[in-house]
């Protein structure tokens, strides 16, 4: 896929994608929440 | 391809223009001691989130280990995964919301303020201080060859004059203005940061024929793969290493896990969590900090490797073999230079410059304030003083110059692991402990930190090869580089002295519970 043979690298890249998006939409969903000043 | 030096010149001086004006607007802020020290625990969530992306990330991140993916391959992109899973998602979420409440409530202005404060402990003040001296140099002086290296390459200039303008220029701002002048040029660097690396990763794919073309010339390019390195596990640039070999050992226990976890208990960062105000700052930082890291190391590491594609078909070599004395250090700066545009040559000079300021800037302050705070501050028993802050700033970036000019080539990637290892060793479990025991006890804490320390200290001197050999101590004794063979000689100090400190902590605490404190 995408010109590399190895899934573990193939794997490596997906949960860097995943846990970026995964970061934005946590800053999204929490924004108005927490405790604030 | 040659840039224009006038031009070159005239853009950097643009910048660091800007760069200090932004410096002086944090220092018109800076009225009181903790302004300096913690940016007055009032930084907005995207400034807090570009300043910690962008100390996270050095040149370290993108040539050092930029280098490292062109020699070992995308293997490294595990390291991003680290990067984003444990140093924005677990340090923010996990510790970063337990820090800053418990940094606001004790008033601790400092990493080993609050670890003193916390357990109740000067010794954890001390020994928490004394490990940023001695361990943070070396991280820092490998930043510094970093830019170093760059400007070196890009202005033609004599390595040593690259190196003593680049840390001067920085220690202007910092010794000045402190955190909140740190903070603010971090942000701006960290946001050209962004736009270099964007810029980066298209570039490099269009040199190399796209993202499908690119990776499979790379994938056909493993038969190129020296055969040294092929003796030693590497199986390609598109595959990780052979399980279980000396490649495979110091890409997943030195590169991903040493520095990945070592992320968490880093002083420099985990004091920006003290500048929030607010849980609701650390959870829109989040936001920022995820894609920001994925744009630097994921970028780093593809193109690293990718480069080898754009080497071979250009000069009939890998990048390794492409670069003056198969230095890896030299690898990006090279490559760049080499293959895109002269204007992006100037951008990308400025996203190297901003990557290693603003962690210089973040390393210098945290040595600084550690022998200005909370070694001086304390022995004199003297009210916090900004002029005892500045001057042991002053002090430790002597040292790190010192010690940048003494270090040997293709160091910028290992000594950098080196210092995350020895910080998650010593401080991870305590801090950790520390951060969510309700009545923390000193004893464990102290125990842990030495025995993560010591552990990783002597696996370091006289077991992992690469360090042990040339540190001499195991030959000088013992005749002998590594007192351990294969595999032992090749597993990253880290996987060692991590666990023991660990375990070190929980025998303490379970010998307090059997005999309670009178």
């Given at each position: 896929m995408l010109g590399i043979p190895d899934p573990q690298i193939l794997i490596g890249y997906a949960l860097s994608l995943g846990f970026a998006l995964a970061s934005a939409v946590y800053g999204l969903v929490n924004w108005n929440k927490g405790e604030g000043e | 391809m040659a840039v224009d030096t006038l031009i070159l010149a005239a853009v950097t001086v643009i910048y660091l223009a800007v760069t200090m004006a932004v410096g002086y607007l944090g220092y018109r802020q800076t009225k009181h001691a903790e302004d300096y020290m913690v940016a007055g625990r009032r930084m907005n969530p995207v400034i807090l989130a570009l300043s910690y992306g962008a100390t996270f990330i050095s040149t370290?991140?993108?040539?050092?280990?930029?280098?490292?993916?062109?020699?070992?391959?995308?293997?490294?992109?595990?390291?991003?995964?680290?990067?984003?899973?444990?140093?924005?998602?677990?340090?923010?979420?996990?510790?970063?919301?337990?820090?800053?409440?418990?940094g606001k409530r004790l008033g601790a202005v400092t990493f080993p303020d609050?670890?003193?404060?916390?357990?109740?402990?000067?010794?954890m003040q001390y020994a928490s201080a004394a490990?940023?001296?001695?361990?943070?140099?070396?991280?820092?002086?490998?930043?510094?060859?970093?830019?170093?290296?760059?400007?070196?390459?890009?202005?033609?200039?004599?390595?040593?004059?690259?190196?003593?303008?680049?840390?001067l220029i920085t220690a202007v701002y910092v010794v000045i203005g402190g955190l909140i002048a740190v903070m603010y040029t971090d942000a701006l660097q960290g946001a050209l940061m962004l736009v270099g690396m964007t810029l980066l990763l298209v570039f490099t794919y269009m040199a190399t024929g796209g993202v499908v073309h690119a990776h499979q010339a790379l994938t056909e390019m493993a038969p190129l793969v020296p055969p040294v390195l092929a003796g030693l596990g590497h199986t390609g640039w598109t595959s990780m290493p052979a399980l279980g070999s000396v490649i495979w050992y110091t890409v997943v226990t030195t590169l991903v896990l040493g520095v990945g976890i070592g992320v968490l208990a880093?002083?420099?960062?985990?004091?920006?969590?003290?500048?929030?105000k607010d849980s609701r700052t650390l959870n829109r930082a989040v936001l920022v900090g995820g894609p920001f890291i994925l744009m630097m190391t994921g970028v780093a590491f593809t193109v690293g490797a990718v480069s080898n594609v754009y080497f071979y078909e250009h000069t009939g070599k890998i990048a390794s073999a492409a670069v003056a004395?198969?230095?890896?250090?030299?690898?990006?700066?090279?490559?760049?230079?080499?293959?895109?545009?002269?204007?992006?040559?100037?951008?990308?000079?400025?996203?190297?410059?901003?990557?290693?300021?603003?962690?210089?800037?973040?390393?210098?302050?945290?040595?600084?304030?550690?022998?200005?705070?909370?070694?001086?501050?304390?022995?004199?028993?003297?009210?916090?003083?900004?002029?005892?802050?500045?001057?042991g700033i002053v002090v430790m970036i002597l040292v790190s110059v010192a010690l940048a000019l003494a270090l040997p080539g293709s160091i910028i990637a290992r000594a950098t692991a080196m210092f995350m290892g020895l910080c998650a060793s010593a401080f991870l479990p305590a801090f950790a402990y520390g951060m969510y025991a309700k009545e923390p006890s000193a004893a464990a804490a102290k125990a842990s930190l030495l025995a993560g320390a010591a552990a990783w200290f002597l696996w370091t001197a006289f077991v992992?090869?690469?360090?042990?050999?040339?540190?001499?101590?195991?030959?000088?004794?013992?005749?002998?580089?590594?007192l351990l063979g294969f595999p032992w000689n090749v597993i990253d100090p880290l996987i060692i002295a991590l666990p023991l400190a660990l375990a070190a902590l929980v025998v303490v605490l379970r010998r307090e519970r059997r005999v309670p404190a009178a």
């Open positions: - | 370290s991140a993108i040539v050092g280990f930029g280098g490292m993916a062109a020699n070992y391959g995308m293997g490294l992109i595990w390291l991003t995964v680290f990067n984003i899973g444990a140093g924005i998602l677990i340090a923010f979420l996990v510790f970063g919301k337990k820090t800053r409440e418990i609050l670890m003193g404060k916390r357990f109740g402990s000067g010794f490990l940023i001296m001695t361990g943070m140099p070396l991280y820092t002086a490998a930043i510094l060859i970093g830019g170093a290296r760059f400007l070196e390459t890009a202005l033609a200039l004599p390595y040593v004059t690259a190196l003593l303008i680049f840390a880093q002083p420099q960062l985990a004091v920006r969590f003290m500048t929030a004395g198969g230095n890896v250090d030299l690898i990006i700066p090279t490559f760049i230079d080499l293959a895109m545009p002269p204007w992006f040559v100037v951008v990308f000079m400025l996203t190297l410059l901003a990557a290693a300021m603003s962690t210089l800037a973040s390393l210098f302050h945290a040595m600084g304030t550690a022998i200005g705070y909370d070694i001086w501050k304390h022995l004199k028993e003297q009210k916090p003083s900004l002029a005892a802050n500045r001057v992992h090869k690469t360090e042990s050999s040339v540190m001499g101590l195991s030959h000088l004794l013992f005749r002998t580089p590594a």
